[in-house]
Structure formats: C-alpha cells, structure tokens
C-alpha cells in the first residue's frame, strides 16, 4: 500500500506519532468499519453468481477484495498456504513520542502499538510477513506509559490505513483511490 504516517497530541506537549510502511499479505482494514480498503483481489470466477453460495469474498458489496482469512481456511486457501513463500511482505514502522520514557515503558509502548497492527492488518504476524514496530522516546514530557501506549496503538492503526488512502497505482497493481474504494468516509 505505501507509506503512512499519523500522529495523535496527548495533552501537555505530550505527542505521539507513526511512520508505517505497509506491504501486508492479508488485507487492510479500515477499523472505523471494519470494511477491507487493500488486499487480494477476488478472482472473476468467484465473482460469478451462483458459482460458490460462499467464495470467501469480502462481506462488502460490490468489494473486489477476497476476504483472506475465508479464502485461507478453504480447500483452494489451504493449497496455496503450502506453496506460498515468506519474506516477501511486511508491515514495519516506528512509533515515537516525545514524553520521557524508560526502557522498561518504551518496550511496553511498542507491545501496545503492535494492536493498531493488528486493528488494520488481518491476519497479522503470519509466516509470510516480518510484521516489526519499533519504538522511541525522544523527550523530556512527563506522560502516563498506558496513555502513551494506548494512543500508540491508535495512531498506528491510523497511519496503516493513510498508507493505503495515500497510495498511488503502481507496477500494474491499482489503488484503493483507483478502485473508488472509500475509506473513513473519503473516496
């Protein structure tokens, strides 16, 4: 999908922020509504009325995407998941804040950012990806480590979906804006 970024201010001159780059195997999620703005595309076969009562495809009408944790669990799903070979998607990033933390706190930020994650990536952490954040604290703002973790996750989830609003067609491969695909209540 690309690059993205998103920030949140947490009061007190306290901020924290994301930079992601996404190229995840599963599909992106808007999780404003849970509807998949990026991922496989569903096959015309699939498309075809009548053809399967339940192809795997995205619960959203009109959606060109197969929804990959459906199509995964299927017999066609379960035969590629043999063949298929990791290390070449990923979803990586960092999460910084300018408030003052720990060793200790930074590590727990960076657990609790790995939820907005898994929020706008389904599924996550597969043997197909190197799905990594990495956090840092680059301040002297005195801020509460569960509010700058719990907004770490928020603005990773953030900045996952601006990755695919933002992304532009390439290599042959459309966008999310190519394909009308409305996100967050944008086009």
Not at 158 to 175: E, K, M, W, Y
Request: aromatic letters at 4%.
């Amino acid at each position: 999908a690309g690059i993205g970024t998103a920030s949140a201010d947490l009061g007190g001159g306290v901020v924290v922020g994301a930079i992601i780059a996404v190229n995840a195997f599963g599909d992106v999620l808007d999780p404003s509504t849970r509807r998949i703005i990026a991922g496989a595309r569903a096959p015309d076969l699939l498309k075809k009325p009548g053809f399967l009562e339940k192809p795997g495809l995205s619960e959203s009408p009109g959606s060109p995407f197969a929804d990959t944790l459906a199509v995964m669990k299927g017999f066609v799903g379960k035969t590629i998941m043999r063949f298929a070979r990791g290390g070449e998607n990923t979803v990586i990033g960092v999460v910084a804040t300018n408030a003052k933390l720990n060793k200790e706190e930074i590590t727990k930020v960076a657990q609790m950012a790995d939820d907005g994650l898994a929020r706008a990536v389904r599924p996550a952490h597969t043997m197909f990806d190197g799905d990594t954040l990495f956090a840092l604290s680059t301040g002297d703002k005195t801020a509460d480590v569960n509010i700058v973790g719990a907004y770490a996750a928020e603005v990773v989830a953030s900045a996952i979906v601006n990755a695919v609003r933002f992304a532009q067609p390439a290599g042959g491969l459309p966008s999310a804006a190519s394909l009308g695909i409305e996100i967050g209540g944008k086009l």
